[in-house]
């Protein structure tokens, strides 16, 4: 039998584990691998996620964290699958940006695909999931995820 938390408990216990794993990046610097998928929609439209445990009001690109033995292909369609419920087709890699997150120095590798599937997001990590245009992203979309999906898609005067 599989124990289930309420959601907000969910959410909560996101939190907690969140800024306990800030707090030991700060002390340990690890080098770590992680993805963000710029996923695209039959209208040229881009995924975004709110997550419930960090920045929870800014619209941030999909991903997270790369497995031991995974490849970042892999990883994105693991992550949209959990927090989108979207399967992805023409996965490819675009890039690497590596960037400092609490002290530990991030492997963001970047993934473009395309998906036919309405995003349903599980209200635990997920609170919201939605398309946009790419070049009419929400005012709180995230600085990083703004330049993210400027660089993948070719933008001019999109990113911040």
Avoid at 10 to 23: C, E, F, T, V, Y
Avoid at 24 to 49: D, H, K, M, S, T
């Amino acid at each position: 039998m599989r124990l289930t938390l309420p959601p907000g408990v969910h959410r909560a216990a996101l939190r907690i584990a969140h800024g306990l794993r800030l707090a030991w990046w700060r002390v340990r610097r690890p080098e770590i691998r992680g993805c963000n998928a710029v996923v695209i929609n039959a209208a040229g439209e881009v995924l975004l996620v709110r997550h419930s445990y960090q920045s929870s009001k800014l619209w941030m690109l999909p991903g997270g964290g790369i497995a031991r033995g995974e490849t970042p292909d892999a990883a994105a369609v693991r992550e949209v699958a959990e927090e989108a419920a979207c399967r992805l087709v023409g996965v490819r890699a675009v890039g690497v940006e590596t960037v400092r997150t609490s002290g530990a120095r991030n492997h963001i590798h970047l993934v473009v695909a395309r998906t036919a599937d309405e995003p349903r997001p599980d209200g635990r990590e997920i609170v919201a999931a939605a398309f946009f245009a790419p070049d009419a992203l929400p005012a709180t979309t995230a600085c990083a995820s703004r330049r993210r999906v400027a660089r993948c898609l070719g933008l001019q005067n999109s990113a911040s």
